[in-house]
């Protein structure tokens, strides 16, 4: 199953959509979008701000609930910046002090738990990013060093070393490990928090 990409479709259909995939994952950046369907669903929630008053915000969160959270998660994995609520107020049009970034992180953590969603609330970080980040997946700007770090040479190399030893097989915990120390460490917060994770561009 995988939703329409590149069709339009209402913020209400989003949310059916999204809202069945929700009820299947373990981790938001397993439901298949594609970049169209990031910046259409973008452009719905943008519209929703221009004419939702800042008291009625909670409504449309809870009545779209799983298009927010997911937009936010993609959100996360398309941002390289360390300021993830600029990057979500940019994508929606506002500025990011008008974002209620602790109103928002609280209902993306209310609405994962809701969804049967990991909320991560173990990992510590960021109380409200951390979370989404995780479920953004693999940014696709970390793509480069996890190829570089992991996947090449377990490709290339007929043995590899890890901690002092050389390795002929690789564990997934063991290509981790190794990206972890030489690449940056995105993957590891991932590895040891969310065991389905996949890269979102």
Request: hydrophobic share 40%; proline share 6%; glycine share 6%.
């Amino acid at each position: 199953m995988s939703p329409p990409t590149n069709t339009q479709m209402s913020l209400t259909d989003w949310e059916k959509t999204l809202s069945a995939y929700s009820a299947h994952v373990s981790h938001l950046s397993e439901i298949p979008l594609s970049p169209f369907d990031i910046d259409q669903i973008g452009r719905h929630l943008k519209a929703l701000l221009g004419c939702t008053q800042k008291n009625q915000l909670k409504d449309q969160i809870i009545r779209y609930r799983s298009t927010w959270v997911v937009y936010m998660a993609a959100i996360a994995a398309r941002n390289d910046d360390r300021g993830y609520w600029d990057a979500l107020a940019a994508s929606l049009g506002v500025k990011s002090d008008t974002i209620p970034t602790s109103f928002i992180g609280s209902a993306f953590l209310n609405a994962v738990k809701q969804l049967d969603l990991p909320d991560y609330s173990e990992v510590g970080g960021y109380r409200y990013v951390t979370p989404i980040r995780l479920h953004g997946g693999i940014p696709a700007y970390s793509l480069p060093d996890f190829f570089e770090h992991i996947v090449m040479p377990a490709v290339k190399e007929p043995a590899f070393p890890f901690n002092g030893r050389t390795l002929r097989r690789f564990t997934g915990a063991q290509l981790l490990e190794i990206w972890w120390r030489d690449g940056n460490g995105v993957l590891c917060c991932l590895r040891e928090h969310g065991a389905h994770v996949r890269a979102r561009s």
